[in-house]
């Protein structure tokens, strides 16, 4: 029995971490989806497994393989799951699903189940997907069929089998024989079947926990059935995908020893992975609040232990510096400081110094010389004066 926590809905998206343990499974589906009379005849599959064993996994990881994205067009993927608030019933909502994911507008899938009367929406609409799919090579998975609430139980009386027994075949009727033709003597309506052409080479690959209802849906030979898996390193591996570091696993027992917790269920072992590696990530988060948390006590001891700084000290630290005290000691620190000057650098600076000096003592010299003139130079005499 499925709770309302239970629900989920899947997609064609592989999972982001690798897949481990699925390559023999991978083969015998492939070879089942490839057994068939002719290219054109239709096909459908089932796989069975109990929650968590990797069916999902398995129809992704084939859904998406090149050589088959190049060999069926189009590709849809439809969940199946249910939830119990959802509107509508199971078998119209089904059928949305599939139109929506082969590109049908939602007006007019919406007008299509608007329609009256009402007991010809199903029909309609099954008759619009047979339309979509008419001469196509088509791959659809319907992933996660279940059988409902009243499935039977070990301690269900005879009676009460028969009742839920009944009730599971006339609830599931429309799901029955997918592969089943469209006759003259049938209805619009009735059959999921009617709406997926045959002919052309279709597949529907089903999912499911329940096999009555897979063997319903496919028949008793086109069921594979998917089992815990029983390596050690493969279920480590799902594990180690989500951990990092010395947590993962490494020795042979650890990995034993981990199969057995998770009873081969890599949903199981995703989860476990999962829970570890958030308590390795808060464990790292705590430990680096306490080490911050300690060096910022150890600051705060080590500065109570330095003694108080008086009023005075500190008034004196924020008294602004004077500009004949900060030439003062600017020129202090030149005398403490000299700048130290290379030796060839020092000569040159000498010559240039003594070059300097010598064409000073020129200049004032000639400065005097212009201002007294020698007394013994002879002055010329005035314009118009006689020889004796």
């Known amino acids: ?123 309609r609409l099954l008759y619009a997907l047979h339309l979509q799919l008419t001469g196509k090579k088509y791959l659809i998975v319907l992933d996660d069929a279940i059988e409902g609430d009243d499935a039977i139980k070990e301690g269900d009386d005879a009676d009460k089998k028969k009742k839920k027994a009944d009730a599971f075949k006339e609830r599931n009727k429309w799901l029955a024989d997918l592969d089943s033709p469209i006759t003259e003597k049938e209805k619009w309506g009735e059959c999921l079947a009617f709406g997926l052409p045959k002919g052309h080479g279709g597949t529907v ?21 998917l089992l815990p898996l029983l390596d050690p390193k493969s279920c480590a591996s799902i594990f180690n995908d989500h951990i990092k570091g010395e947590q993962k696993l490494k020795e042979d027992l650890e990995k034993k020893e981990f199969l057995k917790k998770c009873a081969g269920l890599p949903i199981a072992a995703t989860m476990m992975g999962k829970i570890k590696s958030d308590e390795l990530a808060k464990a790292a988060e705590k430990a680096a609040n306490e080490a911050a948390e300690k060096a910022a006590k150890e600051a705060a001891e080590k500065a109570a232990k330095e003694p108080a700084k008086t009023m005075e ?41 003594d070059a300097r000096s010598s064409i000073g003592s020129k200049d004032d010299e000639q400065i005097i010389s212009e201002e007294h003139p020698a007394e013994s130079e002879p002055r010329p005499q005035q314009e118009g004066a006689t020889h004796n």
């Open 1 to 123: 029995m499925d709770s309302p926590g239970s629900y989920r809905r899947s997609s064609r998206i592989l999972p982001v971490t690798p897949v481990h343990g699925f390559d023999t499974e991978l083969i015998s589906l492939e070879k089942i989806v490839q057994q068939r009379q002719s290219s054109d005849q239709f096909k459908a599959v089932a796989i069975v497994g109990k929650r968590g064993v990797g069916k999902t996994t398995l129809c992704q990881v084939l859904f998406n393989k090149p050589e088959v994205k190049a060999d069926f067009l189009p590709r849809i993927w439809v969940c199946m799951s249910w939830k119990p608030t959802e509107p509508g019933d199971r078998k119209t909502t089904t059928v949305k699903r599939m139109l929506t994911c082969l590109g049908v507008d939602d007006q007019i899938i919406q007008s299509i189940s608007d329609s009256e009367p009402k007991a010809d929406r199903l029909r």
């Open 205 to 225: 690959i089903v999912t499911s926990r329940d096999e009555k209802l897979a063997k319903v849906m496919v028949g008793e030979k086109n069921l594979l059935h």
């Open 313 to 353: 000290q500190l008034h004196t630290e924020s008294k602004p510096i004077q500009p004949d005290e900060a030439a003062k000691s600017s020129k202090d620190d030149k005398e403490i400081k000299p700048e130290e000057v290379p030796a060839g650098e020092k000569h040159i600076q000498q010559q240039e110094k």
